[in-house]
């Protein structure tokens, strides 16, 4: 096994990212090692300083960021008999978590360690850099629909029921709400969903039924039209300024008045000032809580494997690559801050 490890180190709240050497850490059980080929970059990677603070209070340094990882299986710790040394996976690096809160877990180097009931086996047809596309977008739009804290679905299959309730993607076209459409779809719930015009087709592709102008004054007249006579089963509030017309929209729609927002937590609490007044219940997501509850095996373990290796299952939106080494990732997170849509912005190592 490798002695030698590099990564890309946070050493305080207000440092600059560095490349730098690090330990290599054995897998401990339930646990893998990657050599990781492929990182996507997430806006939660990008924060710093105060805001950091507000994020990941508990956060330790000097830190490894990064929750996408794509590679090749190094080692395998006790108890772990799903994957062998050399095959090809996508996994969410857990490194940020509070319960866990170390550089080892950390998508932002070149052996990172994962928990086995977080990775799934890639398909030799998928390249490391469209499944770096996944883990955290996955988790996350995983964790707002299924999560009992949040709105509660029920859980994707390969051969669901068709339900007669709609689940709102507010967000649609964002690698979150890619996912989302896919996976309502997948527990057999009609989606409507919001983007700019020029993306409704590829909301389509993914399974909407309807899709609605996010920036359209009348967005929520429109949505709920769009939804009819469909109860909500719930509804997901992906995007700055998401919260409050989904809070609308909630109250005016018939079903369920829960809304899970994708919005860091403080954000969240600020934006849902009024949601009693509404009738609503809105929840922030953070979304590696899924990693303690049965919803993340029932992703990375029961429905992603064979849902990737059909096609039933799309590794969206497309990949960009925007560089190549741990030392193209400030570059990369400082692009993503500026802004992108329908794509996601990933570096190979």
Do not use: C
């Not at 592709?205 to 709920?224: F, I, K, P, Q």
């Not at 369920?256 to 949601?275: C, D, H, M, N």
Request: hydrophobic share 45%; proline share 7%.
């Amino acid at each position: 096994m490798p002695e030698q490890n590099t990564a890309l180190w946070l050493r305080n709240r207000f440092a600059r990212l560095t490349v730098g050497p690090a330990p290599y850490t054995p897998p401990g059980p339930g646990e893998i090692v990657v050599r990781v080929r492929a990182v996507g970059l997430n806006l939660v990677d990008s924060v710093s300083g105060v805001l950091l603070g507000l994020v990941a209070p508990w956060l330790k340094f000097p830190a490894v960021l990064g929750g996408d990882v794509a590679g090749d299986v190094v080692e395998v710790g006790a108890g772990v008999t799903r994957f062998h040394a050399g095959d090809r996976i996508l996994g969410l690096a857990l490194g940020l978590e509070r319960s866990q809160n170390r550089p080892a877990e950390g998508a932002f180097q070149n052996f990172a360690v994962l928990m086995e009931h977080m990775v799934s086996p890639i398909p030799e047809t998928m390249s490391f850099e469209q499944a770096a596309v996944l883990p955290l977008q996955l988790a996350t739009a995983a964790t707002g629909l299924f999560q009992q804290d949040h709105l509660g679905l029920a859980l994707p299959t390969a051969n669901p029921p068709e339900r007669p309730e709609t689940v709102l993607v507010w967000g649609g076209s964002t690698g979150v709400g890619s996912n989302a459409i896919q996976l309502a779809r997948g527990a057999g719930y009609r989606v409507v969903a919001t983007a700019s015009p020029r993306n409704f087709e590829y909301l389509r592709t993914l399974g909407a039924a309807a899709t609605v102008d996010r920036n359209s004054a009348t967005a929520v007249d429109e949505l709920v039209a769009a939804i009819g006579d469909s109860p909500l089963a719930g509804s997901l509030a992906i995007g700055n300024g998401s919260v409050r017309p989904v809070m609308q929209l909630a109250a005016r729609a018939p079903g369920t008045k829960r809304v899970a927002s994708a919005a860091p937590a403080f954000v969240t609490r600020l934006q849902s000032r009024g949601a009693k007044r509404l009738g609503v219940q809105v929840s922030g997501i953070w979304g590696g809580t899924l990693k303690d509850n049965e919803v993340g095996p029932a992703v990375f373990v029961d429905l992603l494997p064979a849902a990737l290796a059909t096609g039933a299952y799309r590794s969206a939106p497309d990949a960009e690559v925007v560089g190549h080494g741990l030392d193209a990732i400030p570059a990369g997170l400082k692009q993503l801050r500026r802004g992108v849509s329908a794509k996601k912005l990933v570096v190979t190592l």
